[in-house]
């Protein structure tokens, strides 16, 4: 979420993305040319996929973490002003789930068992929306699957920084046991008790994955939890992989050869790009790498950061993090961040430029969460 070394929020990054005339970075004309739903083969694709943003900031109310405390109010009166609520805006954006990202050291965590208290303070909040039957919780590939066939809007409840571990390889099951089952090992400070790995925003010194690192990815196999080393170093990851007998993902990332409409955030970013060596190794083992819209001037660039992609790893091992939240206060936003406008919904605008570029139905399918799934219901099989 954070920028890394630029020490810079998610928000005040997309504040930098806003053009001085007041109009988005992400406003132009042609963000519109194809997602305005006249295509008739969107449907039918929709259709057929089961639309997942594998790495997405969308916080249930109340549930929105705080720099200071953990998780925070969120402004209730804004969202019931602009007519947003998740599952609403789940179903306008054509996506059937997002994984759900709780922040862990956005929050400052003190000391020892902060973050623990604020990962469960989050997971409690999120039972109680949950338990108003809007949303659901997947925590198994049969949910996904529902979640599109029954147009049942869900989340997979992910953490961005695994900072609540502290040492304790049994609070990996704790949260499981609480409906985790995507779990984000690093993000950009060290866990205050027992460090995991290096990021790749940091200053290498842990040698890649510690020991206690390797022990916890050995940990989320046991149990049925997805491995996702998005901002790991390389060494990290290559690491990881001796030790995985699972897939793993890096959820929300872009080839480093990418700088779209937007040198000035490419630089920024530029330590979280990553090689197509990085990406190969991750695919080898088969998993699957997640495009950033964070990049990307326009849908027209994030679909051709997509292309890169798939043509470093091929189709098998692509997906789409965004990154981004899929709810907004601000009125007539609410679809994605990202992308503020689109007409037919994020994900459809999505499905329609990947088509207009020569994607097939079946590309599609894959990218936009098929590959997903095939990695999920692999590492959950067989649990509750
Ligand atoms: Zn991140």
Redesign the pocket.
Known sequence: ??SGNSGLSRRELLTIGTGAAGTTLFGSARLYATGDGKDPRVAQVLARTIGIDM?NHVYPAGTEPHPQRGPAPRQEEQQQASGLSLPGELRRSGLAAVCA?F?LDFARNEKPGDARDNLLNWLTAVDEQLKEGHLHRALNLKELQAAHDHGRPAIVQTV?GSHFIEGRLDRVEEVYKRGLRHL?LL?DRDDLVSPLGDTNTGTPHLGGLTAFGADVVKECNRLGILVDL??ASHETVLAALKVATQPLIVS?TCLDSRTGGNPRMAEMMKP?LISKEHAKVVAGAGGIVGVWTKLAGSLQDFVESIKAMVDAVGIDHVGIGT?TDLLSSREGQGTNMAYPGLSGGFFSAVVAEMLHQGFTADDIVKVGGGNYCRVFGKVTAGRA
Do not use: T
């Open positions: 979420m954070r790495h990202s922040v961005e984000q993000h998005a901002h929300h979280r990154d």
